[in-house]
């Protein structure tokens, strides 16, 4: 039966899209990544055509890979602190989410309180976050650690870090703030809380500093695959950032984290499975293939020889040219690029350097990805919805500021037509669009209990 709801679309808009050679097109502004007004025109366009949220991956290093691949594409490369750029958007944008990525492995709870619940109230409502544990070593250099963390360890710390966070956002109760400026009271002390919270990895006295955020807590994300990430989504997030290329991989995660919701009390409605989908969109599926054709050609050969051998933990291509079929390799004994194996399947399959590139470049081969036209682009997104893969995308865009332009003229209008996405913001804020209720303080909750059981 034809689902009910409607798609929720985050689209990833931090500058150049994500292609990795599309800073090269003559489209894109310059230096785009770092440019205010480049990101800023993207929230906008984001927000004409009712986007549910702008969605910013990051990691806290200049990226682990080599430096013939990083200094010759801007996609894993220079950026903004997403906090900080999520916070002027807000100032140029009223409806649209706001989700910015951040670690837990490599951040404090008391920090990441304040910048979250400082974003909710500043944008009135629209904060997200995209819960990460981290997984590239070199990270870890950053922060006076020798080593990543074990994967165990960091999702340990991942639990308590989001207790203590939603914690430190009941520090004022909703109505403890009463500036009363002719009693001279600002706020009532009986409803300002202290966290006391004493845990394996974190001690935290409290009250946070500010008010309670508009949304309770801002909206959860989360993006990590293992089991110990699939029970954090499960049991703390309201919508999953997965990567998945095939229908058949997607729906099984689908059902595998909606499966797991029950022991924790919560209904399958209550978390939003948003699969990451690569799109190069134009008029028709041949003039889109020309598009995405002439973003490979900008690819310069180093980086495509270096993209495929980091793909493939560092398989030495030196010897071969990018139109050469990929040598036979053997997998080493320990990898830590999380996708290896689906790349390591790819690249047995007998294709060039150059083809496997091309599929790394248009997706990353790791997520959903689709080239064409306005229809092909939202037949795969129907299908995707209506069989239970997705309840929405992690947009990726080909190209910027095109790609995020083309999605929102040709494809928002054909899934509007369809009516599979809205016309219309449900609300101001980002549970509003998403259609999830807004968590009542734990004394709220409390007084309930109490009332329901006399
Ligand atoms: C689709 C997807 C997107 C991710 N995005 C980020 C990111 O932007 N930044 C980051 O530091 N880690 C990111 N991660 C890494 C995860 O947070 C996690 O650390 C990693 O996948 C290891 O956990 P796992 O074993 O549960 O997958 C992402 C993971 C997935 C699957």
């Not at 997998?331 to 294709?351: C, K, L, N, W």
Request: net charge negative; with cysteine; hydrophobic share 40%.
């Amino acid at each position: 039966m034809s689902r009910t709801d409607q798609i929720k679309i985050a689209a990833i808009a931090n500058g150049y899209g994500s292609h990795t050679s599309a800073w090269r097109h003559p489209g894109a502004a310059h230096n785009a990544s770092q440019s205010l007004q480049a990101v800023l025109h993207l929230a906008r366009v984001a927000e004409a055509a009712k986007l549910d949220a702008i969605f910013l991956p990051d990691s806290n290093q200049l990226s682990a890979r080599d430096p013939e691949t990083l200094s010759r594409t801007a996609r894993y490369n220079v950026k903004f602190e997403p906090f900080t750029i999520l916070s002027a958007m807000a100032a140029v944008t009223s409806r649209i989410g706001l989700v910015a990525t951040a670690s837990t492995t490599y951040s404090n709870p008391y920090t990441m309180a304040r910048l979250l619940g400082s974003l909710d109230i500043l944008s009135g409502g629209r904060a997200g976050w995209n819960v990460v544990t981290s997984y590239v070593p070199a990270e870890a250099a950053n922060f006076g650690l020798k080593d990543l963390p074990p994967h165990a360890e960091r999702y340990a710390r991942a639990h308590e870090f989001l207790d203590v966070v939603r914690g430190l956002f009941d520090s004022f109760e909703d109505d403890a703030l009463v500036l009363d400026k002719a009693e001279g009271l600002f706020y009532d002390p009986a409803k300002v809380h202290e966290l006391n919270h004493e845990g394996a990895h974190f001690q935290v006295r409290g009250p946070l500093n500010q008010q309670r955020p508009p949304q309770g807590y801002p909206v959860l994300f989360q993006a990590g695959g293992s089991e110990q990430g699939r029970e954090l989504a499960a049991s703390n997030a309201d919508a999953v950032y997965s990567g998945e290329p095939t229908f058949e991989r997607a729906r099984a995660l689908y059902a595998d984290i909606k499966g797991r919701m029950a022991k924790y009390g919560r209904t399958p409605e209550q978390l939003k499975m948003m699969p990451g989908l690569y799109v190069c969109v134009a008029e028709t599926d041949e003039l889109a293939r020309q598009k995405a054709d002439y973003l490979n050609s900008l690819a310069h050969p180093k980086l495509i020889k270096a993209m495929v051998s980091s793909a493939l933990a560092g398989l030495d291509l030196s010897g071969y040219d990018v139109d050469d079929t990929i040598p036979s390799f053997e997998d080493p004994e320990v990898v830590h690029i999380s996708q290896y194996h689906t790349f390591a399947e790819m690249a047995r399959e007998g294709m060039t350097i150059r083809q496997m590139h091309d599929r790394l470049a248009n997706g990353g081969a790791a997520h959903f990805a689709v080239v064409g036209s306005p229809q092909t682009v939202a037949d795969f997104m129907e299908e995707a919805f209506q069989t239970r893969c997705a309840d929405g995308f992690s947009l990726s865009p080909a190209g910027a500021p095109d790609g995020l332009e083309s999605f929102c003229q040709l494809v928002v209008p054909e899934l509007q037509r369809r009516g599979l996405f809205r016309t219309e913001y449900e609300g101001t804020t980002l549970r509003d669009s998403f259609g999830l209720a807004r968590p009542d303080h734990p004394v709220v909750r409390a007084a309930r209990g109490t009332a329901s059981g006399s």
